[in-house]
């Protein structure tokens, strides 16, 4: 059974830093691509960011230069580091694994930028 397992995500002022991270287990984790994607109240999930396989990263506009994606195969973990966060980064953060045409995700954590 596959699981993928989101932490990290808290309350953090305007200007912060945050890493939120995802730990999967029941698949081969160096086979998927792995995305981040966020979803604010009111707001259709948005894509964030994707590590592939061969660790070839994508970054949306609006965090590019902000948030940083990276991946431990031997941990089975994909993180996404945030940094100079901004009140709408708030959101539920979500994580997705992908392979041969299947799509697993996370249930989600809570970031929430606020002073």
């Known amino acids: 059974q596959v699981h993928l397992v989101e932490s990290g995500g808290g309350l953090v002022q305007p200007g912060g830093s945050l890493r939120v991270s995802c730990a999967a287990s029941?698949?081969?984790?160096?086979?998927?691509?792995l995305a981040w994607y966020r979803q604010a109240p009111g707001k259709q999930r948005e894509w964030l960011s994707t590590?592939?396989?061969?660790?070839?990263?994508l970054l949306t506009d609006s965090v590019r230069g902000r948030f940083t994606i990276s991946r431990d195969n031997a941990k089975s973990t994909v993180y996404l580091q945030m940094s100079s966060l901004k009140p709408e980064d708030t959101a539920v953060y979500y994580c997705?694994?992908?392979?041969?045409?299947?799509?697993?995700w996370g249930q989600g954590t809570q970031v929430t930028v606020s002073s």
């Open positions: 590590i592939t396989r061969g660790g070839t990263t």
């Open positions: 997705k694994a992908s392979a041969n045409s299947r799509d697993y």
């Open positions: 029941g698949i081969i984790f160096s086979g998927y691509n």
